[in-house]
């Protein structure tokens, strides 16, 4: 059983669209996160949620919008995507604030 | 200067030797050393976690902290080629909900 998945896997689109990244963890954790991994590798935090609350919004386009709809599951959902947004994105969760276990990653292209 | 600096790589070296990774950074309030393996498209995977200053040892992984230096170093004894991957630092100064800073990560190439 995967701790920390994602779906998809892969994503690619057109500029303009409007597409959302599923994660779900089995892990009981109170705290998921979003991850966004550009083209050299940094790992740069985007979202956290604890408890289905957000508690971290770091500067992120409001394009970019995080749900929790119980604390098992983050999704994001983005609109008008850009080319600028192709990465890959990774969802984590940890049960205090301090170890994260991560998924698999979605990898997103923009076309 | 960034929070945490993290050398690149590629680090290329034959199995066997021993690897030595590292960072520095510049915040004196983080106190969780974590390091993160990732293999090639898959997701950072701990390895080793330390909290405050001092060493760790897992198998053939060493994780040591040096809070006075801002220093921290993960050990591989024995490499093998299934160690190659990138190995990403990340701390946190673990008060309220604090996040995770990562380097970016040094890419480690053991070959056969």
């Known amino acids: 059983d995967t701790a920390v998945s994602q779906t998809p896997k892969y994503l690619v689109t057109q500029m303009g669209n409007d597409k959302s990244i599923k994660c779900e963890q089995n892990?009981?954790?109170?705290?998921m996160y979003w991850y966004k991994q550009d083209s050299k590798k940094f790992l740069k935090i985007m979202f956290s949620?604890?408890?289905?609350?957000?508690?971290i919004n770091e500067t992120v386009p409001n394009r970019f919008s995080p749900k929790s709809p119980d604390k098992a599951h983050l999704n994001l959902h983005i609109n008008s995507l850009e080319l600028g947004d192709s990465a890959v994105y990774f969802c984590?969760?940890?049960?205090?604030?301090?170890?994260?276990?991560f998924g698999a990653g979605t990898r997103l292209s923009v076309l | 200067q960034k929070e945490v600096e993290q050398d690149p790589g590629p680090l290329s070296v034959p199995e066997g030797a021993i690897v030595s990774l590292n960072c520095t950074y510049s915040?004196?309030?983080?106190?969780?050393f974590m390091w993160y393996r990732q293999y090639s498209r898959k997701g950072p995977e701990l390895l080793m976690y330390?909290?405050?200053?001092g060493n760790k040892e897992d198998g053939r992984f060493t994780a040591q902290v040096d809070k006075s230096s801002k220093y921290i170093s993960l050990f591989i004894r024995d490499s093998q080629p299934s160690d190659s991957a990138t190995y990403l630092c990340?701390?946190?100064?673990?008060?309220?909900?604090?996040?995770?800073?990562f380097g970016k990560g040094t890419m480690l190439l053991v070959s056969p």
């Open positions: 892990l009981g954790h109170d705290t």
């Open positions: 984590a969760s940890s049960e205090g604030k301090n170890i994260q276990y």
């Open positions: 990340a701390m946190s100064a673990g008060s309220g909900y604090s996040t995770l800073t």
């Open positions: 915040n004196s309030a983080f106190q969780y």
């Open positions: 330390t909290y405050s200053s």
């Open positions: 949620y604890n408890n289905k609350e957000l508690i």
